[in-house]
């Protein structure tokens, strides 16, 4: 297989804040796509990348999207080239997720060969999901409503593992605002902030419940102006990630409550943050999916579940029969060592082109 096409993307660096790269990186893709008759439809940004959904002609029938991102998380300068060996390709977001898109381009490639033509499968590729898709998510949770499935191009398992489930995620700042003193002349005076986050800190931590795979972490603290000086603020910076709805309820419900009841007098707290993506969570409907593209390939896809986030989550949360991990086999993504298998590139499109065959094309 050759990779000189998708060398040429990798080549442009497209860090989420690098909006003219990242609108290149989208414009190439763009020529891609137009060429198999899509018509673009694009989500202009002023801060980051516009957002590109490639959409084809519609007939009756049920109807797919395809989900990925334009952005990597490497500035410029600091990881730029394409490389190749006999059984790798490295090189930013070779994996994660420009080597995942060309997948999902040359199995629409085949299709269109094949058919003479595509209706029903669609693309949607966003500009800000390496920094948590805080403005594409609205827009991915409104548009995948009108499909009957979606499909995402994240990197594959080690043994092609497609992505079952991904861990919901939500980023907390708590503010405590307590009230400065004299530490030696005046310390019964001060309401102090620090002792009040020091305190929260143990008890969000104790929220974790490693066996339903949630963690609280507290994984940033300030405070305070000096030794003498009974602190009059800090700050937690919070973490947590969650594997089903209920646990994602337990701990905002018992957050709620902690601020309601702050363990040192005189101190306020004040919440900001939140929700960042919702947990993925198996469901029938994804079982009928897999059950159907295992009818069509003539073989069970393996399956797997991971802690960290994607864009699934968004679509997945939308209540869209969701798949994630169809992107090519890699490793040591959002470092200089990521790299991709050749030729799980190769297995991975024959198998996309079978399935929207199987879904869509065939079906219509």
Excluded at 116 to 121: A, D, E, Q, T
Excluded at 143 to 165: H, M, P, Q, R, T
Aim: proline letters at 3%; charged letters at 25%.
């Amino acid at each position: 297989m050759d990779f000189k096409e998708l060398a040429s993307i990798v080549a442009l660096n497209s860090y989420t804040k690098n909006k003219p790269g990242v609108d290149e990186n989208g414009r190439v893709f763009s020529q891609w796509m137009e060429a198999l008759g899509y018509r673009t439809e694009r989500y202009q940004r002023t801060d980051i990348g516009d957002h590109l959904h490639f959409v084809a002609p519609e007939r009756d029938g049920r109807k797919v999207l395809l989900l990925g991102h334009l952005d990597t998380v490497f500035p410029a300068g600091s990881f730029e080239q394409f490389k190749e060996d006999e059984h790798w390709i490295y090189g930013p977001g070779v994996c994660d997720m420009k080597g995942g898109n060309w997948v999902a381009l040359n199995a629409l490639r085949q299709l269109h060969q094949r058919y003479g033509g595509l209706h029903n499968i669609d693309m949607l590729l966003v500009s800000d999901e390496e920094t948590g898709s805080d403005d594409s998510k609205h827009l991915t949770a409104g548009l995948v409503k009108e499909y009957d499935a979606c499909l995402v191009f994240e990197a594959a398992g080690a043994n092609s593992e497609v992505v079952i489930a991904r861990k919901g995620v939500a980023t907390i700042y708590l503010d405590f605002t307590g009230k400065a003193a004299h530490a030696g002349n005046h310390y019964t005076e001060g309401s102090d902030a620090n002792l009040a986050a020091a305190r929260m800190l143990i008890d969000l931590t104790n929220l974790t419940n490693l066996e339903l795979g949630t963690t609280v972490n507290v994984g940033k603290m300030s405070g305070g102006i000096g030794a003498n000086t009974v602190s009059p603020h800090a700050r937690l910076v919070i973490e947590f990630r969650f594997t089903r709805g209920s646990e994602r309820d337990r701990v905002l419900a018992a957050i709620d409550q902690l601020l309601d009841e702050p363990a040192v007098d005189g101190v306020s707290i004040s919440m900001s943050g939140g929700l960042q993506r919702d947990v993925m969570e198996s469901s029938p409907r994804q079982q009928q999916l897999l059950e159907e593209i295992g009818q069509i390939l003539g073989y069970s896809l393996p399956v797997e579940k991971r802690g960290g986030v994607s864009d699934a989550n968004v679509a997945s949360s939308a209540g869209v029969p969701t798949l994630d991990g169809f992107g090519p086999f890699g490793d040591g993504d959002h470092t200089i060592h990521e790299r991709a298998s050749k030729a799980s590139f190769e297995q991975r499109i024959q198998e996309v082109t079978s399935i929207l065959s199987g879904i869509v094309m065939s079906d219509t």
